[in-house]
């Protein structure tokens, strides 16, 4: 037993907890969990719990069902909000086959092969994301429309306002959990909000964002809200995104600063761009895999005049620019002094992707493009959302995939997602979204109800 493994099993004596939950997750990102009692930890550290992973989407199938769930103590964190006396902990686990080996399926280890190819360059993958979400008065119903919990709009402060006491608790739970924060704000939308998580490795990352939604889930309960990720809950507010910082380091060094180069960029950064605009429209469908996805990404573009508040926020075509937040790449401004801090943001990503699917996909393209030395384009200097589509096919500007069903079809048709995901996730992840789009491509919305029915 190693020295981690023995401070959890001392933690749980010592604090008195009664309930160890196992968490891991489906093919699409949902949470799961079983509980354990601590007499059973150190057996589970061992050999693993047995579960049925036929009943889990995308694990296995009903032939090879016998699956084990392993804790990573690693991970280990005491849920506050199931309180002190007779508490609950809960740790991220593995999940393996019945002779110890590690599953293709599992999302976890899909992210902890990618980061494996990057150590092999000497890489160590980091992110930091922003982490949007609406608040609404009430729990969703059919047929009941969605009521914000406020009016206020981006950076407002508001008196007595519902979310500055949801942030300060969400993120005191975040802090007691491990969970480091670096800003909190109101968002642009009324309820909308936006919690920024301090940079860690990918992996540490990834279970950040399970454990953020799961916190801001149980935060709202107890103040008597409803907390929503999903991209485009509003027709007439801005969608929620993701937006992720990225870098790569060499040990200690940042491997994306170059001093005097353009922007600080180093060639590794450049290439590592390159790779990411080359791959993005066929990564697409994991970074933004629901229909309602494809709302944000493309609700305020179009005929309708380009006004805040329609989902502009949101990049909808394919290019890099310097400080340019219009494109699906920004490079922040560099300060003086702080090369450490020199990275790029990956804008398009919204809050309801599998976290470790989506820096999978996203890490991979990167690393063919430094692999195979891609050359990156020129920047986007204009506002990309203001040009017309011959004045950015002139520019050589591809859009993203307009709805789930193109990025589904870009994405069946790419090596890079095949093999950074494997085969059996890859075909399991494509029949449930077609699934899911042959579902939405047969509903009569409202819309046409509304528009055709007095018509026609």
């Known amino acids: 037993m190693d020295r981690q493994q023995e401070f959890v099993l001392r933690t749980l004596e010592e604090r008195d907890i009664r309930f160890v939950r196992l968490w891991f997750t489906d093919v699409l990102g949902s949470l799961k969990s079983v509980a354990v009692a601590p007499a059973e930890l150190e057996g589970a550290f061992a050999e693993g719990i047995g579960f049925d992973g036929s009943a889990i989407q995308g694990l296995a199938r009903v032939y090879e069902a016998d699956m084990l769930v392993r804790p990573d103590p690693s991970t280990f964190a005491v849920l506050p909000w199931r309180g002190d006396h007779q508490g609950t902990g809960r740790m991220f686990c593995d999940i393996l086959t019945p002779d110890g080996e590690h599953t293709l399926a599992d999302p976890r280890y899909v992210l902890k092969r990618s980061l494996e190819r990057a150590a092999g360059h000497g890489l160590t993958f980091y992110t930091h994301p922003e982490i949007e979400f609406y608040l609404l008065k009430d729990e969703p119903a059919p047929g009941r429309v969605p009521v914000p919990v406020d009016r206020a709009g981006y950076f407002d402060h508001v008196a007595r306002g519902t979310t500055h006491d949801f942030r300060r608790a969400a993120i005191g739970v975040l802090e007691s959990m491990g ?3 670096e800003f909190s704000h109101h968002e642009g939308g009324p309820g909308q909000n936006e919690i920024d998580l301090r940079y860690a490795d990918a992996l540490s990352t990834a279970d950040n964002i399970m454990t953020f939604r799961s916190v801001i889930k149980e935060v709202a309960l107890e103040q008597g809200v409803y907390a929503t990720f999903m991209p485009r809950p509003f027709v007439d507010h801005p969608g929620s995104g993701m937006h992720t910082h990225l870098s790569l380091f060499e040990g200690d060094r940042n491997a994306f600063h170059e001093a005097g180069a353009e922007y600080q960029l ?4 450049r290439h590592f761009i390159a790779g990411l605009l080359t791959h993005a429209a066929e990564i697409t469908a994991v970074t933004n895999q629901w229909v309602n996805s494809y709302k ?9 005049p380009p006004e805040a508040g329609r989902g502009n926020e949101a990049p909808a075509y394919v290019c890099w620019g310097h400080n340019n937040r219009s494109a699906l790449i920004r490079v922040p ?4 002094g702080k090369d450490n801090s020199t990275r790029i943001e990956y804008r398009s990503l919204d809050p309801a992707c599998n976290p470790y699917l989506a820096y999978a996909v996203i890490l991979a393209a990167g690393l063919k493009g430094i692999e195979q ?5 020129d920047g986007a200097e204009d506002d990309v959302w203001a040009l017309t589509d011959a004045e950015r096919r002139a520019l050589g500007i591809k859009p993203l995939p307009s709805n789930l069903e193109a990025a589904i079809d870009l994405m069946q048709r790419s090596e890079l997602v095949a093999e950074t995901l494997g085969e059996g996730l890859f075909d399991f992840f494509l029949r449930n979204k077609r699934q899911e789009w042959a579902e939405y491509r047969r509903q009569v919305t409202p819309f046409e109800l509304d528009r055709y029915l007095p018509l026609l």
């Open 373 to 377: 030395s891609y050359e990156l384009p």
């Open 266 to 269: 180093s060639k590794v950064a």
């Open 179 to 181: 969970i480091s924060v």
């Open 333 to 336: 401004m560099y300060k003086p």
């Open 296 to 304: 944000r990404l493309w609700g305020g573009t179009g005929p309708l």
